[in-house]
């Protein structure tokens, strides 16, 4: 089975997760990425690698790049690796402490914490529990740019929790829109039990 995916003029992550969804649908065969920067090119042989396929790079011309993965040949990874990787993920709690991602340009952090929260709505396992406190909050909250993924994940039976201390105090409690009010106790409580936790401020 020969599957090709033209993923020319889309902007990371979605060349690598147009990749993944097809890679996960086969369970032997060859799938063929066609991306157009080396960026792209970069990305999607780095996600063939952490899943172990074979991949070869073919630059046609300037901007135009076919990135053939080969499934069912030559994997690496482990299937004890695999059963580790399924475990952590059972418990994940993902913490956003801001409403952007990183340090440095606010207008730059606020496109991360997009794709970011885009990516996650495409990769499963999902997490188990969203954690969302101090400027994080405004995430949950109308006028939010990723509420409908917020909400998409919640629709997927993903825990979604806002800090009732910081929503008072950003005077956003009326204006919550998905998820539920939470205490720091609670907080306390899915940071401590989880298998894996990652911040995201």
Excluded: W
């Amino acid at each position: 089975m020969k599957i090709e995916i033209d993923a020319r003029g889309q902007v990371c992550p979605k060349p690598v997760i147009m990749t993944k969804k097809e890679l996960d649908k086969i369970d032997k065969g060859v799938v063929v990425t066609i991306v157009d920067n080396e960026v792209a090119v970069g990305n999607v042989s780095k996600l063939a690698n952490s899943l172990g396929y074979e991949f070869k790079i073919d630059k046609k011309n300037e901007d135009e790049y076919y990135i053939t993965i080969i499934k069912g040949e030559g994997e690496t990874h482990l299937g004890e690796d695999k059963e580790s990787k399924k475990a952590d993920s059972d418990n994940l709690v993902i913490v956003f402490s801001s409403n952007i991602m990183g340090k440095g340009s606010e207008e730059l952090g606020k496109i991360l914490i997009k794709s970011f929260m885009y990516t996650l709505t495409e990769s499963k396992p999902y997490p188990k529990t969203m954690l969302f406190f101090n400027s994080g909050v405004y995430l949950t909250c109308e006028g939010s740019e990723v509420l409908e993924d917020i909400k998409k994940l919640e629709s997927e039976g993903v825990e979604i929790l806002s800090c009732g201390t910081c929503l008072d105090y950003y005077k956003l409690k009326e204006k919550l829109q998905v998820g539920q009010i939470t205490n720091m106790y609670t907080i306390y409580e899915r940071i401590k039990n989880a298998s894996n936790t990652v911040t995201i401020g």
